[in-house]
């Protein structure tokens, strides 16, 4: 502490604290005196007697607040030399935001169970964020209100296995198919009483659909079985079917961008596009393994993501269909359905391996894996329309409810609140990549299986690229050429 | 003929029956006429087989079922040039009798009959297929194409919020809230309408539809014309580059010649107006102008690349008197290069002779000194002239730190005797290259043979190093040079003494030897140079043309000296090329430094104002401040003190290192960048408060509770507008 505060003038070094006070009592005083007493005399002394007097002036504005439920505000001095160690600080901050994180981290918010047989597939509603439509393998399908966690209707809509499900734009009917070989379209509401629970409408086909899909805004839907079909909703035959080659099609989706575009999966390993206008197929990829499922991203229109048989889910670009721009890796068994965010930033996979996993549509790993004890192999999953849950269905006949931020708080924030949360994010983000931080956000807790797995996945690659390092190494430089990752899964694209 | 053959199969022959066999079967009961003109062709068929096998070979008939409707007529008449093909002329034929055609399409029809070509099968479903496929694919992805901006766009956008198309919250127009208002009574209508016929704004009253429209259409205008400025600029420029391209390829000397003159001629013309114009700044273009063709012409002047000189490099090999010229040139050019130098040198001449008596002064005085310069590895590598003088300078090398100074006065006498040794020899070898065989003779009987003494000035050498450095670990690598060293030396100095022969004999031809310089004269020249050098101007530096080297026959030169001298300008060329590197000094003293600051300091502890008076002006007693004065503990020994070569850091800490990024980050591309990012604070306490809500945006918001659609067409369109209109049209997405 240095004796005397700056630009107080020092007479007696001797006893410097006192003659502080005394001088600050003394200018307070005067200045009071002078604002009180002199001040209104002021005004009458002519101009040139004026005296130049320098005094404290405060305006309570700056320090005052509006109401008591104000917070109190806080004049505060940025001047750095006052406020140092700032990395240093904001590196614990960093790890404390860190630490919370995982602490904070609960995922997992509800389970809903009601069905009778595995959750084959899900559909979620158009137009109101806590519906939820879900159909088993029994083909009994039920209308959930995701708010209170509760079955609202239950219905058999086929004999053998619900396929596909989808609910129409709008949002006042779905359509449903089934291993009876059969397109149902069903009222969003529940009959009245004494009604029968019966579809609006029903088509007949000839083999059995496995997948549907709706257009965003027309009414129009696909179906894939043997062939891919387009159906006007108003007729009983499709207004156009697409065939390459004989195949069983696995999928279909319409992409939500560019709406009159289709990709669908087939059996033969490919991933077949289709424009809805055409009379024939665009595009096909084929691949090493089959692709269960794919999904397009909903904000970028020349993306899509698909879920691989070989653990793997790979993002394309449709234009470029040779090479993905992405691969995803982490799963440790067949991968079964992937569904975007709404944001088309992030997608979410369900796996046989009984996890589901979060991945950035350009991260090559996932950011997050979501697992309990009892869930069995995910079949299929859907990212909720708010960007806020994650639904997915699985075979031990429940279906579960998933925060999309493990860590995120739910509700309304308050303001302080919310700025906190973005300033311990940005914090995150700003210290992302040094060591201890790196390692604390990283950390899962895996099932002991999956766990073993990756790691026996891991001494496996590694081994497959020694192999081929060594081969490269002997044999005549050039001729075993280095394939990437993203060349090694494509065998070919068909015209 | 089916019906026949079916007849006789009836008749007992179930095998088909062909055409040819059956002309003997042929008699049957129930002969037509047409089985008898049948019968008569197949005979006249049958001749003309007969007629075809004796020219050669028989031939094997491929037996031919053919259709019976081709043979048969519908009325049992046979049909006239059934075989033949049909023609366009036989379907045209009856169109030239035909009164009614134009003459225009008579004269088609006949270009048409004219014309042989054939028109080409159509493809393959599968390939025509493809085709479609294909263009559809070309079609669809250029379409998609569109959104790439877009994308673009919302991947850089610093904050995303979602929904999209949000309804904007708060106040709104009072246009929108107008817009669903309805006129009802029929006053209100009648305004209304009557608005609405003169186009007049109703909602927005700014501008009216034609306004708007007239806007727009001079903003295209706008556009065009912008756009044709444009193109005319860029292609102009690609003229222009492709013209300089042209001339610059251009490898006509004239051509050049004529440019260049063109150019100067412009100048000059410039610079006469400027001298109407304004005289000062004319007066310092001339200036410039001079001083630049002085420097020209000094840079030029004596550097073997003149027209005469390069003739007379020619020349030399047969001439006499232009080698001499050639010779008198390059000791020209080497006394311009070097004028301080020579000017010293007089200086030392003279210093030389005052001292008069050179003899007295022993010669190792010099050489010590002369190894000053040679602290420089650069010096001791290329030196090949002898490798005593270098031993000397590695010794003085470590001599040269200032810090060692109390232990250099303590060797100094040991290091006296061994470089005297050092001199002798270097003496004895000098006389060697002077005359090699018989010298060596004289010199054997004094020493022992070469490879011993070798060996003996190795480990003196090494010895003294280490005496010298007091451990420094340099010795070894230093000793390892040295033999290098040497053996390219003695390499070097048999190419040298041959060369010296062949000389010495052409000189005796030409005149008496002069005696050679004493080594300590030469040796005092030497170091008087190098001191003096590092002050004086480097005109090497300072001249804008290298000197051309020209490979030249030596003339026939009387004097060794001249000889000495020329090997000891190259000595100074390399000194002078490397005068300010002096590496391994300093590495030492850097090494030094970084022990120093290693080294824990002391703390002091003292508090002013405790115990006695404190305040400005007043220093704590001393008293005090030793008791309060904290010695640190001395550090553990560095791992380098045993290395003299070496410097280990040891301020890498383990307990730190596990929070320190180890390699740089990903999107990062130096690690400059990423020190910023780091360094800069994001917290409330270092920033204001709109600074920290800037800083901490989130990247994505989203509205609780709100369905997030996916994009639609209608931001294609914005983003269409947006970009033609010159604002962005995120503004909507970052509030």
Known sequence: ?495 | ISSRVSMQSNEGHPDVIYDDEKEEDATDDDVTVEDEDGYDERKRQKLLEAIGTLSGKRKKTLGERSEAAVHMSEFTVNVEGEGDKVDLSDLIGSMKTTPGLSGKSKKRLKNMEQSRKTIECPLSKQESERIRRDLAFQKVSKEVSHWKSVIRQNERAEQLVFPLNQEHSGPKPIERVVMDWKAQTPLEQEVFTLLSANKQPINDPILTPTEEASVKAMSLEEAKVRRAELQKARALQSYYEAKARRQRKIKSKKYHKVLNKAKSKDFQKQFDEMVKRDPAAALEELNKMEMARMQERMSLKHQNSSKWARSKAIMAKYDEGARKAIQQQLEVNKDLTQKLVTSLNKEEEETMEEEGNADVVPDFVNDAEQGLDFSNPWMTGKLSQDCVEKETSNAVTIRAEENVAEEEEVEETEEEVLLREFDNRRKRRQAQEADAPVMLMEEEEENKDASDKEEEELSEFTSLFKGLAEGCGEADTAAEQEKELKIRCQEDEELLTQGKEAEEEEATDKGPVVPQHPPATENAQKTGKSRKRRKGIELKQVLTKGAQVLQVPFAPTIEDAEDSEEKLDQRGLIKEAFAGDDIISDFLKEKRKQEDAGKPKAVDLTLPGWGEWGGGGLQPSCRKRRKFRRKMTPPTPRKDQHLPGVIISEKRSSSIRLHQVNALPFPFESPSVFENTIRSALGRTWNTERTVKKVTKPKVVTKLGAIIEPMTREELVKDKNGASAGTSSSVKRKP
């Open chain 1, 1 to 495: 502490m240095q004796p005397g505060g700056p630009g107080i003038p020092q007479c007696n070094a001797r006893s410097p604290s006192l003659f502080t006070i005394n001088t600050w009592l003394v200018c307070s005083l005067l200045a009071n005196i002078f604002v009180a007493i002199i001040f209104p005399f002021c005004k009458r002394v002519p101009l040139r007697y004026q005296m130049k007097v320098k005094v404290i002036a405060r305006n309570p504005d700056d320090y005052v607040r509006e109401t008591k439920l104000d917070i109190q505000r806080v004049p505060r001095n940025y001047d750095p030399s006052l406020h140092p160690f700032e990395v240093s600080r904001e590196y614990t901050r960093a790890l404390n935001a860190t630490k919370l994180e995982r602490v904070f981290a609960k995922p997992f918010v509800a389970s809903l169970d009601g069905h009778r047989d595995g959750v084959n597939c899900m559909a979620k509603h158009a137009k109101s964020l806590s519906t939820l439509l879900s159909g088993s393998c029994d083909g009994e399908l039920k209308v959930w209100n995701l708010s209170k966690h509760e079955c609202v209707r239950t219905l058999q809509a086929h004999e053998g296995f619900v396929r596909g499900m989808v609910v129409r734009y709008c949002g006042t009917s779905f359509f449903t198919v089934g291993d009876d070989k059969t397109i149902k379209q069903w009222k969003m509401e529940s009959p009245g009483y004494g009604e029968e629970e019966e579809p609006i409408n029903t088509i007949l086909g000839k083999t059995v659909y496995t997948g549907l899909d709706h257009h965003q805004n027309d009414p129009v839907f696909a179906t894939c079985g043997q062939q891919v079909d387009i159906w006007d909703e108003q007729r009983s035959s499709p207004i156009r079917s697409f065939t390459w080659g004989v195949d069983s099609f696995s999928s279909v989706h319409f992409n939500p961008v560019e709406t009159e575009l289709l990709a669908s999966c087939a059996s033969d390993r490919s991933i077949v596009l289709y424009d809805m206008r055409e009379s024939t197929p665009l595009k096909k990829v084929i691949m090493t393994m089959r692709s269960n499922t794919l999904s397009w991203n909903p904000m970028e229109a020349y993306y899509f993501t698909c879920a691989n048989e070989d653990y793997n889910l790979y993002t394309y670009d449709m234009r470029y269909l040779a090479k993905p721009i992405m691969v995803h890796m982490d799963h440790v068994s067949a991968v079964l359905d992937v569904d975007y965010a709404p944001t088309g930033k992030e997608f979410v996979s369900a796996s046989f391996d009984k996890t589901i996993r979060i991945f950035a549509k350009d991260g090559g790993h996932s950011r997050e894996v979501y697992h309990t004890k009892r869930m069995q192999h995910v079949i299929c999953i859907k990212w909720s329309a708010d960007n806020k849950y994650i639904l997915s269905g699985s075979d031990e006949m429940n279906i579960r409810l998933w925060k999309a931020n493990a860590a995120e708080k739910l509700g309304v924030l308050a303001p302080r609140e919310r700025e906190a949360a973005n300033y311990s994010q940005k914090l995150k983000e700003k210290f992302q990549h040094h060591p201890q931080i790196r390692r604390i956000a990283r950390h899962r807790h895996l099932p002991k299986t999956i766990y073993h797995q990756t790691k026996e996945l891991r001494v496996m690659k590694e081994a497959r690229r020694r192999k081929e390092k060594n081969v490269r190494k002997h044999s005549k430089p050039g001729s075993v050429p280095v394939v990437s990752e993203k060349e090694k899964h494509v065998v070919t694209v068909v015209k």
